[in-house]
């Protein structure tokens, strides 16, 4: 068993930053990362980082843009805690040496992004995730932070009180992925969860096949609510063989979309009147899947965006990387072709309940970064947001954690305070009752132990662990890819920018049956040796989780807010869902309950107003 | 000889060697070698879909330390579907989810940013999820990166790469910071520009494993650790103290006068860093620095 003051579960930009910043606070402090650092997804960030560095710009006026963006279902709290703290961690990271883009006074360049009333979107060419990513990973080398990497988290050491709020988590049970070894990662303090977004529970998307929701999944089993979890962001301009990214940097040049007739169908079909291809992502998301759904796509799948008319110089003066992408990843010659696009999964608003501390309601448990909901995006996120959210929590995180004074939260964390129970009407029973104290069926949840000691705790988690692999290298059965797929065609096909009741409803009948058929998975590597057929078969477990909390979410708001359109309801009602969508895992059994949102800032209250550009 | 290609070829391993991981050279005299069957729960004819499908043939490179039947390297044989854009990591994946679960590599982004899938492709350092099917002659040969302990499959020990990668501080390290906690440090945009390239680095070990040098000499920094140096050591913003001391670092009998110029780190750097370049440039400031110094 290995033992720190703070274990912290991910390694990347959350992950490293709450590292760091344990260090600092005098913890002994450990990464186990599934990954090795540098290959963590913050690395595929191209746009930028949010911070009101400039005169004429200020934390308000960006907490103000925030909160508008989020369609009004952020936490005040949260928002205004990102936006006074995004300038002094910016400059933080440029005082680390992260490699920003420069003006000619040698001070670090910011641009317009969508959705901000100032241009205050800092950027490190079109790399700034990668830039973040290295920087921080250097200091955690310059500290001597202890790294376990390619260490793969199972499960955590979480005790059993009837209670979430009663619980504590004192480790997590670690695979070392080259041997095979399971072992227990005791934290004598704390906890941190910085394991990165769900996105691999959609087949099309610009997530990494490492972003299979872990961490929420294993805190989400053992007590902390999943908050929001309906609101996933779909970017319209996304490669069809592989979900890589093409920036909004090309409609912003200038690029137009086209439909299989060669109509620009943003205005000819009367989407977006105005700002045609530069409306909003889920907008022109929505207007390119009609076009495919009414016959009118590319070999029914995609729709055309084309920059030919910019020219070559234009195009490989500002949009070099998009020549590239599009050469590398499909095969296409932007110089010569109109570039296939369509819709793709690419953020998950919603995650793990925290406070503006990260500290969720099981003690001793953090989380920090994309699986964390604090919340400060809302029904919809902004572009050059999430990047903040990780420095800025992650290091909160990781102060706390290592037992830093810290002024006390105003959110509410767990079911404590105001909050009202709700039931969802699903077609199927829910997550998994009655697997209790299965290995394999529960994803290992600690059934032992009540409030024994964390060593024993940990042991038994350990031993649990051992015991759910052994089942699964050592039965005959289908293989998880079968069970993988099925999941992601399904929320792709059901649960994505158009939702309707009986489609959400058929997608929790396919989701049951492919938990029921995940019963019967096994693992079909034998070996100890880096066995990533073993891993990926754990990880479709969570994605089955967090898949179903998506839907039912998505099935419980009957309302259109951000990101999240509903067939039924096209309008916001604030009078109804100005709350946020909470989901329990109850032993297996999920409970869906709601919280109001906070709209009470430190000097003022956000007033809802329509959210048009 | 200037690429690692020629040298491989002229080398003859015996099958012990083959066998023992921990040298490094996989076996090439089992390319022209008979194929096995991949283990005994799949058949060679599962590893052809239907024959109306428009296939590609690739060759996988196998060893597994523990499992009977792996522990000698071989070579498998997959016909996978071609679709337009498919790269060879999607070629890998499709193997690996239709035909055998065991087949090991490690990715993630699928977009050149993550430096997890740098494989051996047709003889060359090649990152999967950026080489176009399309682009290669059949059947196409996918072996781990040479020069580096084979853990499994595809998967090799990355572990001296990044010791060597840990070994030149790498992280920034100015004299001083600025005052104010929002004031910035200043850095011209041509000097930003000098480091540029020299900061696109993913770690991927691309160029490491196609050094000679680096083969030759285990101790040896290699090309992206000197990379790394050199994006510190040219950064205006550190003292003159802490470039001297890199450049100490660099100098080192396992440093930059081992590099023979071969540009083979070059050509293989998926992005497209001029190593050798800026290798060239750290000895002419290490040269420039003893003039001062002595
Ligand atoms: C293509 C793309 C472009 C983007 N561009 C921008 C942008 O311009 N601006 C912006 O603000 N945001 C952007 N985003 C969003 C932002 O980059 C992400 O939300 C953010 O980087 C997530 O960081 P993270 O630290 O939470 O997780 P990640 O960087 O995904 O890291 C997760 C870590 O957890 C580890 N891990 C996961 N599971 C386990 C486990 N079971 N055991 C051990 N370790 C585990 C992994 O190894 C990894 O180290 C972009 C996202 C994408 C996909
Ligand atoms: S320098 Fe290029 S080839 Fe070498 S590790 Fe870095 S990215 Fe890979
Ligand atoms: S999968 Fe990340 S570089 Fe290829």
Same mark, same amino acid.
């Given at each position: 068993m290995y033992e720190h003051d703070v274990i912290v579960v991910g390694a990347g930009g959350a992950g490293l930053r709450a590292a760091v910043a344990a260090d600092e606070a005098g913890a002994d402090v450990a990464i186990v990362s599934?990954?090795?650092?540098?290959?963590?997804?913050?690395?595929?960030?191209?746009g930028g980082i949010n911070a009101?560095?400039?005169?004429?710009?200020s934390w308000e006026d960006h907490a103000y843009d925030t909160m508008k963006g989020s369609d009004y279902l952020g936490d005040a709290p949260a928002i205004e805690t990102l936006c006074q703290n995004s300038p002094y961690e910016v400059i933080q990271l440029e005082h680390w040496g992260m490699a920003f883009s420069r003006e000619d006074d040698g001070r670090v360049s910011q641009r317009p992004f969508g959705?901000?009333?100032?241009?205050r979107t800092t950027y490190a060419g079109a790399e700034t995730g990668h830039h973040l990513l290295h920087t921080l990973y250097e200091q955690v080398v310059k500290r001597g932070i202890e790294v376990y990497d390619e260490w793969h988290v199972m499960n955590l050491a979480v005790t059993d009180e009837e209670r979430p709020e009663d619980r504590h988590c004192h480790g997590v049970v670690g695979y070392d992925?080259?041997?095979g070894e399971v072992s227990g990662f005791k934290a004598r303090d704390g906890v941190i969860l910085?394991?990165?977004?769900?996105?691999?529970?959609?087949?099309?998307?610009?997530?990494?096949?490492?972003?299979?929701?872990d961490g929420q999944a294993m805190a989400y089993r053992a007590g902390v609510p999943l908050e929001d979890m309906e609101f996933i962001q779909f970017h319209?301009?996304?490669?069809?063989?592989?979900?890589?990214l093409i920036s909004e940097g090309v409609r912003g040049e200038g690029g137009i979309l086209y439909n299989e007739d060669g109509e620009?169908?943003?205005f000819e079909r009367g989407?977006?009147?105005?700002?045609?291809?530069? @409306?909003s992502r889920d907008v022109v998301s929505r207007a390119e899947l009609t076009e495919v759904n009414e016959g009118r796509g590319i070999e029914d799948e995609y729709v055309h965006l084309d920059?030919?008319?910019?020219g070559e110089e234009r195009i490989t003066d500002r949009l070099e990387n998009i020549l590239h992408l599009a050469e590398d990843?499909?095969? @296409?010659?932007g110089l010569d072709e109109p570039m296939p696009v369509k819709p793709g999964q690419h953020y998950?608003?919603?995650?793990l309940e925290t406070d503006e501390n990260g500290e969720?309601?099981?003690?001793?448990l953090y989380a920090a970064g994309e699986?964390?909901?604090?919340?400060?995006?809302? @029904?919809n996120r902004l572009g050059g947001n999430a990047l903040p959210e990780l420095i800025v929590f992650g290091k909160r995180a990781g102060h706390h954690a290592a037992g830093k004074e810290m002024e006390s939260a105003e959110i509410e964390t767990g079911q404590r305070g105001e909050f009202e129970r709700a039931t969802v009407d699903s077609p199927v029973e829910l997550g998994?009752?009655?697997?209790?104290?299965?290995a394999v069926a529960d994803g290992g @949840?600690?059934?032992?132990?009540?409030?024994?000691d964390p060593d024993t705790l940990l042991e038994d988690a350990v031993e649990a662990e051992r015991q759910r692999i052994d089942e699964l290298l050592n039965t005959d059965g289908i293989h998880h890819s079968e069970v993988r797929s099925d999941v992601q065609e399904t929320m792709t096909a059901k649960v994505n920018v158009f939702r309707e009741e009986d489609g959400l409803k058929e997608a929790l009948r396919e989701l049951r049956a492919a938990r029921d058929r995940y019963e019967d998975v096994a693992v079909q590597d034998p070996s100890t040796t880096f066995n990533t057929d073993l891993l990926q078969t754990i990880e479709t477990r969570n994605i089955l989780d967090l898949a179903e909390a998506i839907t039912v979410g998505a099935l419980a708001r009957k309302e259109f807010r951000g990101a999240h359109w509903r067939a039924e309801a096209q309008e916001r009602k604030d009078d109804e869902w100005l709350k946020h969508t909470m989901l329990s895992w109850n032993e297996g059994d999920p409970e869906l309950w709601y919280r109001p949102v906070i709209l009470e800032g430190e000097n003022k209250e956000y007033e809802p107003k329509v959210r048009s550009y | 000889m200037s690429t690692q290609l020629p040298q491989q070829e002229s080398e003859e391993s015996t099958a012990e060697e083959a066998a023992e991981?921990?040298?490094t050279d996989h076996d090439h005299?089992? &390319?022209?070698g008979p194929r096995r069957d991949v283990?005994?729960?799949?058949?060679? &004819?599962?590893?052809?879909?239907?024959? &109306?499908e428009d296939t590609r043939e690739i060759r996988v490179f196998r060893y597994d330390p523990e499992i009977e039947g792996k522990q000698e390297p071989r070579f498998d044989t997959f016909h996978v579907p071609f679709t337009r854009g498919m790269t060879v990591l999607d070629a890998v994946i499709y193997a690996r989810d239709?035909?055998?679960?065991?087949l090991t590599f490690r990715h993630s982004c699928?977009?050149?940013?993550?430096?997890?899938d740098a494989f051996f492709v047709n003889g060359e350092q090649r990152l999967g999820c950026k080489t176009? *099917?399309?682009?290669l002659e059949e059947p196409i040969r996918i072996e781990p990166l040479p020069h580096q302990d084979v853990?499994?499959?595809?998967?090799?020990?990355m572990d001296h790469f990044y010791e060597e990668m840990e070994a030149v501080d790498p992280y920034f390290d100015p004299d001083e910071t600025p005052?104010?906690?929002?004031?910035e440090q200043r850095q011209s945009r041509a000097n930003r520009e000098k480091v540029k390239m020299s900061?696109?680095? *993913?770690?991927?070990g691309a160029c490491f494993s196609s050094c000679n040098i680096a083969a030759g000499d285990n101790e040896y920094l290699g090309p992206a650790a000197l990379n790394k140096a050199y994006r510190f050591a040219m950064d205006?913003?550190?003292g003159d103290g802490k470039t001297q001391e890199r450049l100490e670092t660099i100098e080192?009998?396992?440093?930059?006068?081992?590099?023979? &110029?071969?540009?083979s780190c070059t050509n293989v750097c998926p992005k497209d860093i001029p190593l050798t370049e800026h290798i060239q440039e750290l000895k002419r400031e290490a040269v420039k620095s003893n003039l001062k110094f002595w």
């Open positions: 599934k990954l090795h650092p540098v290959r963590s997804h913050t690395g595929a960030a191209e009101a560095l400039r005169e004429g710009d959705g901000l009333s100032f241009p992925v080259a041997s910085a394991t990165g977004g769900p996105g691999q529970a959609f087949d099309h998307t610009t997530n990494a096949v490492s972003c299979t929701g319209p301009t996304t490669l069809p063989s592989t979900g890589v620009r169908f943003m989407y977006a009147n105005n700002d045609g291809e530069l @409306a920059m030919r008319h910019l990843f499909e095969g @296409a010659d998950a608003m919603g995650g969720t309601c099981v003690g001793g699986c964390a909901c604090a919340s400060v995006h809302g @029904a998994d009752p009655g697997s209790f104290g299965d @949840a600690v059934a032992a132990g009540g409030t024994a | 991981p921990a040298a005299e089992h &390319t022209g283990g005994d729960k799949t058949t060679d &004819t599962e590893h052809e879909p239907a024959d &109306t239709n035909f055998d679960p065991s699928r977009q050149a940013v993550c430096g997890s176009q *099917i399309s682009d853990v499994k499959d595809l998967v090799v020990d005052d104010g906690e929002l004031e900061t696109r680095c *993913i770690w991927c205006e913003r550190e080192q009998d396992h440093g930059v006068w081992r590099c023979q &110029t071969q540009f």
